[in-house]
């Protein structure tokens, strides 16, 4: 965008950011909502949760300002708030829930972010801001270079960097970041942190966008359906092609690895265990921002799947009303033909003329075929041997999906997510393989996270078996008194909370 005048001059009068920054107001929005939304990272909220804060920050600024500097209720400057002609908050009812939820939106973020930059600084880090400029530049130089041969000759300067390093090590040269240069990297890093949360929040308004585009469309339209689909399917095509969208989903991909997460949940606890970091005093809520992550990644996750289930209410609704109009249709002709049934209408109803001669060649005429006469033979019954076990007949397995849903969502509670392995170690087989492809029915249900990297065994008892185990199938595994312990190996299932 240009900053000219009459850019600025509409961006001063459309922009609700801007709009915040020039209201009367301003320090009572921006401060409530900072320590409401941002500060906990505080998502969708009741209207009743969010009134009461706000009337208690309300009272507490009556005690100071007096009852006229805010003589409006909570609910009534809630409301306002979301007004269009504000739009710092957005408005809007949760699914089987019918008391409104507020949330922040992200031009109202953007203008409270900039307001905390404004603050003054104790400490301002250049240094870890430069390396890492430095490498992003190496990182697009070296990715974007088609010669093999320098690709091979930077990593081959990489790996000489490295073993000169080791090489000082083992000589008893360490090299250590002193405290300037770990309160500079940790100060970048919570500070990219924070800005990858408000990233999120506009991922999840522009995905919404299009889910309320998708909702006018279908409640105007009155074409044929294959060109709304098309239309549809071509702007949620267009987002998850776009830079931004396949940027999230990378993120999102590299965020849902367990092994990504217990790597960064390590890399915090050791460096805000540093005694430069804790003369800092970081927010305690630094120690679980990935989880952070998550959730507000799940936020716009559900946005996409709602824009999935109304494409499925629209075709539903779609096929209800053909039949409906087909089956009036069929009443019609009935009730005319019933009105005319005693009093047919005389002479022809309707005529329709050949268009064309209607030949029958002599040769095209099939030969005859006698009928085939099956032989039956009358055989006499004997009576035969009842020493058979016929249970077998009557056995069934049932599968309980209820008490395997429960048993996930129990594992789930003191944890973000669990593995398909994890869970069947805690509660083995009851059914053997019928329970495995009941787990693997959940999972498909329950959206979990497919590793196609890693690949679990997961093992279980044949109740039935005999015969003895074939050494050929892995690792030995003792048997049971009841059967032969059996396996299979799968890609690494995650559930997630």
Not at 95 to 102: L, R, V
Not at 250 to 257: I, P, V, Y
Request: glycine share 4%.
């Amino acid at each position: 965008m240009d900053l000219d005048f009459d850019s600025l001059e509409r961006l001063r009068e459309s922009n609700p950011a801007w709009r915040l920054l020039r209201s009367k107001n301003a320090p009572l929005v921006a401060g409530f909502l900072y320590r409401f939304f941002l500060e906990p990272n505080r998502r969708a909220t009741p209207q009743g949760d969010l009134a009461e804060a706000l009337e208690d920050e309300l009272f507490d600024l009556r005690e100071r300002k007096g009852v006229e500097a805010f003589p409006r209720s909570a609910v009534e400057y809630l409301n306002d708030w979301a007004d269009p002609e504000h739009a710092w908050l957005r408005k809007y009812y949760t699914k089987d829930s019918d008391e409104p939820h507020f949330d922040l939106t992200p031009a109202a973020e953007k203008a409270i972010r900039w307001l905390d930059s404004l603050a003054r600084r104790s400490f301002v880090g250049t240094e870890s801001r430069l390396r890492t400029l430095i490498e992003l530049l190496r990182q697009i130089r070296e990715g974007a270079d088609e010669d093999p041969e320098a690709r091979i000759a930077e990593l081959e300067r990489q790996c000489a960097g490295i073993e000169a390093e080791i090489e000082s090590i083992r000589a008893g040269e360490l090299t250590l970041l002193d405290d300037t240069a770990v309160k500079d990297r940790f100060q970048q890093f919570t500070q990219m942190a924070r800005e990858l949360l408000g990233d999120f929040r506009e991922v999840e308004h522009n995905f919404r966008m299009l889910d309320r585009s998708v909702r006018e469309r279908i409640a105007l339209w009155d074409g044929p359906r294959a060109a709304l689909l098309d239309d549809v399917v071509e702007r949620r095509g267009a987002i998850a092609e776009s830079d931004q969208g396949r940027s999230f989903n990378a993120f999102w991909d590299f965020l849902m690895s367990q092994e990504r997460q217990e790597e960064l949940t390590g890399l915090l606890d050791t460096v805000l265990a540093l005694p430069a970091v804790e003369e800092m005093s970081p927010d305690a809520r630094t120690r679980r921002v990935h989880y952070d992550w998550l959730e507000a990644g799940e936020q716009a996750q559900a946005t996409v799947r709602r824009l999935s289930q109304q494409l499925r209410r629209f075709l539903d609704d779609q096929a209800w009303l053909e039949n409906r109009r087909i089956m009036e249709i069929l009443r019609n002709i009935e009730a005319n033909a019933l009105a005319v049934r005693d009093q047919p209408p005389k002479g022809s109803v309707t005529e329709v003329s050949a268009t064309a001669a209607h030949i029958v060649l002599p040769m095209e005429r099939p030969l005859y075929t006698p009928p085939f006469s099956p032989s039956i033979s009358t055989l006499e019954l004997e009576s035969g041997e009842d020493d058979l076990d016929t249970s077998a007949l009557y056995a069934e397995t049932l599968v309980d999906m209820a008490r395997l849903e429960a048993h996930i969502r129990h594992a789930l509670q003191d944890r973000s997510q669990v593995t398909l392995r994890e869970l069947c170690e805690a509660r083995p087989f009851e059914h053997g393989m019928a329970e495995l492809v009941a787990y693997l029915q959940l999972a498909d249900r329950l959206k979990a996270h497919v590793d196609e990297e890693i690949e679990e065994w997961i093992w279980w008892t044949r109740l039935d078996a005999r015969a003895p185990r074939d050494p050929s199938d892995g690792p030995e595994r003792e048997s049971s008194p009841e059967g032969t312990m059996k396996r299979t190996r799968l890609p690494r299932i995650i559930f997630a909370r």
